[in-house]
Nanobody
Framework: QVQLVESGGGLVQAGGSLRLSCAAS????????MGWYRQVPGKQRELVAS???????NLADSVKGRFTISRDNAKNTVYLQMNSLKPEDTGVYYC?????????WGQGTQVTVSS
């Protein structure tokens, strides 16, 4: 059984930083793309950043220059370094990964940025 567990969310002031982690566990043969999504009440979940198995990255325009996505394949973990945080970055951040050719979601971690 495959599981994704996120950590690192919390409350931070505008201009601050947070680092999110998402670790995959279970019977894993391959992990392809991994990514981070954000959801706020009343809106659809949106892609924030993604990274391929060869570490090619894609970032939403709203976070370019502030967020960085990376992965450690030896640890089956993806990270999201968030700098210069803004109140509009507030939301629940979900990890998604393609593992063994199936897609899995984490449980989500709350990020709140105060002004």
């Amino acid at each position: 059984q495959v599981q994704l567990v996120e950590s690192g969310g919390g409350l931070v002031q505008a201009g601050g930083s947070l680092r999110l982690s998402c670790a995959a566990s279970g019977t894993i043969f391959s992990i392809n793309a991994m990514g981070w999504y954000r959801q706020v009440p009343g809106k659809q979940r949106e892609l924030v950043a993604s990274i391929t198995s060869s570490s090619g990255t894609n970032l939403a325009d709203s976070v370019k220059g502030r967020f960085t996505i990376s992965r450690d394949n030896a640890k089956n973990t993806v990270y999201l370094q968030m700098n210069s945080l803004k109140p509009e970055d507030t939301g629940v951040y979900y990890c998604k990964a393609q593992i063994n050719y199936n897609y899995y979601w984490g449980q989500g971690t709350q990020v709140t940025v105060s002004s």
